[in-house]
């Protein structure tokens, strides 16, 4: 079985800082690997990827996250952040030769003047 | 391209009643699959449909049934609702064996 863990429920920043959400999975067999962006009443954006090849994945709006296999860590991370990027993040994971996306249980992220 | 659309945006419905929600994916993909986000929490996955056959199944009970058409829109179905069956249901879309999936806005469900 696989599962993702989100460190972080929530997590409150100012505007321009930098942040980084944590995620954190098990699995015995390789695995793909995305973030997915949810704003209020809406559906789930990726956000990135990483599926095979170079470890850092860049993503949109800024977004950033490193494939750690020996630590089993995805964490997110962006330079300096804008009030526009309030939502909860979501990591996932897809078994290598699945189909089924696991998901954590989010982490609200929380953007201030 | 319009992407994937969910139908309705949000119903209210008793328990006991049925209901049927609907999902056009996004343009050229073939395999739909549908999640269940409770309140607070991350999606759980219900099912996937390919081929108009149900490829795989999450722990959901038999009251979850789906159905896909040969223009690979796809309906989920959930008899003798529960209080607990409220929730933002997602669809998601791909095509074939690729991993990533495009999400719907989904379909808000209260059961009162």
């Known amino acids: 079985a696989q599962s993702v863990t989100q460190l972080d429920s929530q997590v409150p920043v100012f505007e321009e800082a930098p942040v980084e959400l944590r995620c954190n999975y098990s699995s015995s067999v390789s695995v793909y690997l995305f973030w997915y962006v949810q704003y209020p009443n809406q559906g789930l954006q990726l956000l990135l990827k990483?599926?095979?090849?170079?470890?850092l994945v860049k993503g949109i709006n800024g977004f950033e996250a490193e494939f750690n296999k020996s630590q089993t860590s995805f964490h997110l991370r962006k330079p300096s952040v804008h009030i526009s990027d309030t939502a909860e993040y979501f990591c996932?994971?897809?078994?290598?030769?699945?189909?089924?996306?696991?998901f954590g249980t989010g982490t609200q992220l929380k953007v201030e003047l | 391209d319009a992407g994937v659309t969910q139908s309705p945006t949000h119903l209210i419905k008793t328990r006991g009643q049925q209901v049927t929600l609907r999902c056009s994916p996004k343009s050229g993909h073939d395999t739909v699959s549908w999640y269940q986000q409770a309140l607070g929490q991350g999606p759980q996955f219900i099912f996937q449909?390919?081929?108009?056959?149900?490829?795989q199944r999450g722990n959901f009970p038999d009251r979850f049934s789906g159905h896909q058409f040969p223009n690979y829109s796809s309906e989920l179905n959930v008899n003798a609702l529960l209080l607990g069956d409220s929730a933002l249901y997602l669809c998601a879309s791909s095509l074939g064996g690729q991993a990533e999936a495009f999400f719907g806005q989904g379909t808000r469900l209260t059961v009162v």
């Open positions: 996932a994971v897809i078994r290598g030769g699945g189909n089924k996306l696991t």
């Open positions: 990483y599926l095979s090849g170079s470890t």
């Open positions: 449909y390919y081929e108009e056959e149900e490829r």
